[in-house]
């Protein structure tokens, strides 16, 4: 690895326990992105990938709502994860199903875009395995980083 | 020697960083824009930049506000903050009206007659406060869904709301209204100085017997039932139950779907999916942030042999969103689920 490499990463880690501290009481990690709907989508499409995760679905809520008559704005959510790491939890703690994959809410507000999801460091709650407690504190790493990008200017 | 050094640079940076004075505008940035709008117009949270909101309260009003949140009522309390960062983001809310004089109020006590002002308070009031001082329906403005009222009235009977505010605060909001809301000058509506005193003396004494909001404790993270069927069967007794209770099923698939060759999907995991968008629809208007349940969905599993259901507990998960009003609908979620699960085990 090179040395700049490396400083990048430490900056990284810095940056992001930083960044973690004032908000590590907070259950809900909620961003708000500058840009509209279509433009935070992609941004947070690609931020998962980046971080090496697989987008494995998005759900419409808008369409079903409107398609039912009622009026909303933009509003989806989206699945993801790496199936490493989702098969390795589930065959080990099968209470963990129903939280996975991990999944984000993103939805439309006038010409910005709101972003929530819930902290996955809480579902060490569900499994008091030092173990994989690395693994849940890593999630919520990246999810910092993911919404950090969605959230840029 | 090369990383060493950089290492060391880079700590000094986060050092004088921490030891740097708090950027009010980077701290709004970090935790309230989410909510309150990048400048102040209001989203989930309310809006802070209304000029006739920031002439009638004061620093400290703000300063608490932020420290004890409204429990129950979406805005949280930061207490991980410094004194320093929360009075930053107090001066940060202040460069919306930089030509106002910030006014201090004192904490003298106003006095009234309260059961004179519980019977004002009836009269004019409660119709947008609550007949308990319960506050409105709904998160603040939300412009994607519009409402009728631009700001979701607050609760008055709030242990948060109460600790934030004076009497003398709330007389002079009473005297002057605010502009740009619904609320109204009670001196413009034809009300004495004395009845305003009576209306504050009613509110304060909330303090006395205060609605406390209680996330649900003691519930388990997850529902879940062994099932006697296979998963096929399991997942078609899904199907009827869910349908049964009015919703519609919207997808079936397995766990791993999207992220492996369909020919290597795992067929022991299958989530159903399911919702009813009339039950959306009323949550999304209560707090669009419960899309995060979206869309109902319980996931049938076998394991050596085992077939289970499972799905998640929205009342466990209601704590979450720090909002009372969602705690009616996931409670019945719950018993949705418990009902839906029981019905295709049994």
């Not at chain 2, 709004?28 to 000029?51: D, E, K, N």
């Not at chain 2, 506000?65 to 207490?79: E, L, N």
């Not at chain 2, 060759?261 to 419960?290: G, M, T, W």
Request: glycine share 8%.
């Amino acid at each position: 690895m090179s040395p700049f490499t490396q400083m990048r990463r430490v900056g990284l880690a810095v940056l992001l326990l930083l960044c973690a501290l004032p908000g590590a009481a907070q259950e809900l990690m909620m961003v708000r992105s500058p840009h509209s709907f279509p433009e935070a989508m992609l941004t947070l499409q690609s931020a998962i990938g980046d971080h090496g995760y697989t987008l494995s679905r998005v759900q419409r809520v808008d369409i079903g709502l409107t398609g039912s008559g009622f009026t909303t704005d933009k509003y989806r959510v989206v699945f993801f994860g790496k199936i490493d790491e989702i098969r390795m939890l589930t065959s080990r703690y099968p209470q963990l199903i129903p939280y996975l994959p991990l999944h984000m809410t993103i939805f439309a507000e006038e010409e910005e875009t709101i972003v929530v999801m819930e902290d996955p460091a809480r579902m060490a709650n569900l499994v008091p395995d030092p173990e994989v407690a690395y693994l849940f504190r890593r999630w919520h790493n990246d999810v910092l980083s993911i919404l950090e990008q969605v959230s840029q200017e | 020697m090369a990383i060493r050094t950089l290492l060391l640079g880079v700590l000094l940076l986060a050092a004088t960083s921490l030891c740097a004075a708090p950027d009010g505008a980077q701290l709004y940035g970090q935790h309230c824009a989410v909510c309150h709008g990048s400048q102040g117009r209001g989203g989930v949270g309310v809006p802070i930049a209304l000029p006739a909101f920031l002439a009638t309260v004061d620093d400290e009003f703000l300063f608490k506000t932020i420290r004890t949140g409204r429990p129950g009522r979406v805005m949280p309390a930061f207490t991980d903050l410094s004194d320093a960062q929360v009075s930053a983001l107090v001066k940060h809310l202040r460069s919306w009206a930089p030509s106002q004089q910030v006014i201090s109020h004192s904490d003298r006590r106003v006095k009234g007659n309260v059961s004179r002002g519980k019977e004002l308070y009836g009269k004019h009031c409660a119709g947008c406060h609550g007949a308990k001082g319960e506050g409105g329906h709904g998160t603040g403005v939300t412009f994607s869904r519009p409402r009728e009222l631009p700001v979701m009235p607050p609760a008055l009977n709030n242990k948060g709301f109460l600790t934030a505010a004076s009497d003398s605060m709330i007389k002079q909001t009473l005297m002057k209204g605010r502009e740009g809301t619904p609320m109204m000058s009670y001196l413009a509506m034809g009300l004495k100085e004395r009845d305003i005193n009576d209306i504050v003396a009613y509110v304060r004494s909330f303090e006395t017997a205060p609605l406390l909001w209680r996330p649900p404790e003691d519930e388990a993270p997850v529902l879940e039932m062994a099932s006697p069927y296979s998963v096929e069967e399991t997942v078609e007794n899904l199907k009827r139950a869910i349908v049964g209770k009015n919703f519609v099923v919207i997808r079936i698939q397995t766990l791993d779907n999207g992220f492996v060759p369909e020919a290597k999907e795992d067929h022991h995991q299958v989530i159903v999916y399911f919702c009813n968008f009339n039950f959306i629809n009323q949550a999304l208007s209560l707090d669009p942030r419960i899309g995060l349940f979206m869309p109902c969905r319980i996931t049938v599993v076998e394991q050596d042999g085992v077939v289970k259901v499972m799905s998640i507990n929205p009342k466990y998960q209601s704590r979450l969103f720090n909002n009372e009003e969602l705690d009616v609908p996931c409670e019945e979620m719950t018993d949705v689920y418990k009902g839906i699960i029981e019905e295709a085990t049994i």
